[in-house]
């Protein structure tokens, strides 16, 4: 081998060299890289809050008949007067009742000879009471058989069922969201003790959607908040 081949030689082993420790060296990189990358805890974060209803929907229904449209319209009449009566008794302001339109029944349309009821028409009507006098509402409640002495047939149904409402949800988002998030970084950091890691920056995030039920069957007017954020962590 002359001067020159030897010397190629040299070069050219030189530079394998020089790429084998540069590869190793990227390699090493990407194996570190890729294992940080699986190094995520994927947790659960749970916050709860109860709340007390700020609205109320309280439908009073009732029910007339009569031989007449005439006389139906007057005994709605009548007994709207007596339940509006009775309502801003209990202090209800005038701002907080709206009567929406009775339906009307002719009970002789599909009915022939003795099945026939003995006054023709029936009409159902709804005097809704919506107020932010949740308790003054659910006090009145009772009060409501002072009517039936009266002689207005009230009437109950699924449909109108007194309802309370939550409404200052916007009020507590933020905060309920920072508990469901801190929750959640309890739990990881369990999980990164169990691993003998530490929990390092979110990776993701995702809240989940806020539910607000009735506390219970008897109790509608306490609301249970509830929301749930899903949260990745770097383990490190």
């Known amino acids: 081998m002359n001067r020159n081949d030897h010397g190629a030689a040299l070069l050219l082993g030189g530079l394998i060299a020089v790429g084998l ?3 190793g060296s990227y390699l090493k990189d990407a194996v570190r890289l890729w294992k940080q990358a699986e190094r995520v805890v994927a947790v659960k974060g749970l916050a709860e809050r109860q709340v007390d209803a700020d609205l109320a929907l309280w439908p009073l ?3 007339v008949s009569a031989d007449s449209l005439a006389e139906l319209y007057r005994a709605i009449d009548s007994d709207r007067n007596k ?20 339906v009307v029944q002719d009970l002789w349309a599909s009915q022939y000879g003795e099945q026939r009821p003995p006054q023709r028409y029936r009409a159902d009507a709804v005097l809704l009471v919506r107020s932010r006098q949740v308790e003054r509402v659910k006090a009145s409640q009772p009060a409501t058989a002072e009517l039936v002495n009266q002689g207005v047939l009230l009437t109950q149904s699924y449909e109108h069922k007194t309802q309370y409402v939550f409404t200052g949800l916007n009020d507590i988002k933020p905060q309920m969201i920072a508990d469901a ?6 739990a990881a950091q369990q999980f990164a003790k169990d691993a003998d890691a530490e929990v390092g920056a979110i990776r993701s995030a995702q809240q989940g959607y806020f539910s607000v039920a009735d506390l219970d069957l008897y ?3 306490i609301k249970q908040v509830r929301v749930v954020t899903s949260v990745e962590y770097l383990l490190e």
């Open 83 to 102: 339940i509006s009566a009775f309502l801003a008794q209990s202090g209800f302001g005038p701002e907080e009742l709206s009567f929406a339109a009775p």
């Open 21 to 23: 420790i540069w590869s």
């Open 181 to 186: 998030t801190a929750n959640a970084r309890e």
């Open 219 to 221: 109790t509608p007017e």
């Open 61 to 63: 229904s009732f029910s």
